[in-house]
């Protein structure tokens, strides 16, 4: 199993489409998916493919879902090996399927697909492909910042809601559980479980609130329910895309420079002094691995992590951006930490915090 792609309903698809391009380096894909009621427009950067799509009539299903949600994810779609075999265990463990299974042979792959409802207005779609597609086509940027992958989605759900969840994605889609974290700071707190595919390809933190103030409820409450708070992009050279990104104007979370001063007080920091200095301009996370004598200090396993500001106008959806160094696994916690202060931050700028 893999992210085929992200589907996201807006309210100008081609608005947002020059957004991907202009602020993250998107191709535009030509071949576009349009009906009567509904235009799409397709974005691609490496192997990450976005849909969006906007109402052209008061009849789409776009419109309809943005009266009752604010714009965002509406569906993740998974690139499955047998479409049938996952929509039968899907069935036997109770999931609504929204679309039985369709078939398409006009294209240049043989398709399947089906869909399944998930959480809040999200759905699942499953889609079996004949054959996988060269990703080094011309939706695939040139320069240092492609992002390679859809590192992880963040799916946030209501207060007692988390286990049910991480049940449901065990039995329906065959995830298991790894890391789990309870962050609380002294004014809020969350949970959160990580859920990962059989192949490790798709990584899936699930979050609920731990208090009634918690980023995750302000997040419930302005999107109406559940759904997916964020996408991670991996990209291979985050200091460099990053700059770039700046000078296109994208809006990113403040990190205050006491945090560099902190991380030089952390044993280990597997860093030069000239690359710590080029990651605190660009206000980057950093969390790595304590290393041993088996793990050199030089090559200890180190993220690197960004987030943008909301991306839509009310504070929803965001993007992070992040580069694994030295097969890097999992979250660090201090990450996870450092990003829950800065949107509590955020939070009491926008006056939902005391």
């Not at 036997?92 to 369709?102: C, D, E, M, N, W």
């Not at 042979?105 to 398709?111: E, R």
């Not at 859809?150 to 298991?176: C, M, P, S, T």
Request: aromatic residues 10%; negative net charge.
């Amino acid at each position: 199993m893999k992210i085929d792609h992200v589907h996201f309903y807006v309210e100008d698809a081609k608005v947002w489409r020059d957004w991907f391009v202009h602020h993250l380096g998107f191709q535009a894909v030509t071949d576009r998916i349009n009906s009567f009621h509904t235009c799409t427009e397709v974005v691609k950067s490496g192997a990450v493919c976005f849909f969006l799509s906007s109402p052209l009539l008061p009849t789409s299903p776009v419109a309809e879902f943005l009266r009752q949600y604010p714009p965002g994810v509406v569906d993740v779609a998974f690139a499955v090996e047998d479409v049938e075999v996952a929509i039968a265990l899907a069935q036997r463990h109770g999931a609504k399927v929204l679309q039985p299974i369709q078939e398409d042979n006009t294209g240049i792959a043989s398709l399947k697909w089906s869909k399944i409802a998930a959480w809040g207005g999200l759905t699942h779609t499953l889609i079996e492909k004949s054959f996988v597609t060269n990703t080094n086509d011309n939706g695939q940027m040139t320069t240092d910042n492609t992002f390679t992958a859809i590192d992880h989605i963040v799916l946030n759900v209501a207060v007692g809601e988390l286990e049910r969840a991480v049940a449901w994605y065990g039995k329906i889609l065959d995830f298991q559980p790894q890391q789990a974290f309870k962050i609380k700071t002294d004014r809020s707190a969350l949970h959160s479980q990580v859920m990962v595919s059989r192949n490790g390809s798709v990584q899936l933190p699930i979050n609920e609130p731990a208090s009634s103030n918690s980023q995750i409820q302000e997040f419930l409450d302005v999107n109406r329910g559940p759904g997916i708070q964020h996408i991670a992009l991996r990209t291979t050279n985050l200091i460099s895309a990053i700059a770039k990104f700046r000078a296109s104007g994208l809006s990113l979370l403040s990190v205050p420079q006491s945090y560099y001063s902190q991380l030089k007080q952390r044993p280990g920091l597997p860093l030069s002094t000239l690359e710590l200095e080029a990651i605190a301009q660009q206000e980057i996370l950093v969390d790595w691995q304590e290393y041993t004598p088996v793990v050199a200090r030089q090559t200890a396993p180190l993220l690197l992590q960004i987030f943008t500001q909301p991306i839509f106008e009310q504070p929803t959806f965001f993007f992070e951006f992040i580069e694994r160094r030295f097969q890097a696994k999992g979250f660090g916690e201090g990450n996870f930490r450092a990003l829950f202060e800065a949107i509590e931050s955020e939070q009491i700028k926008r006056g939902t915090l005391q």
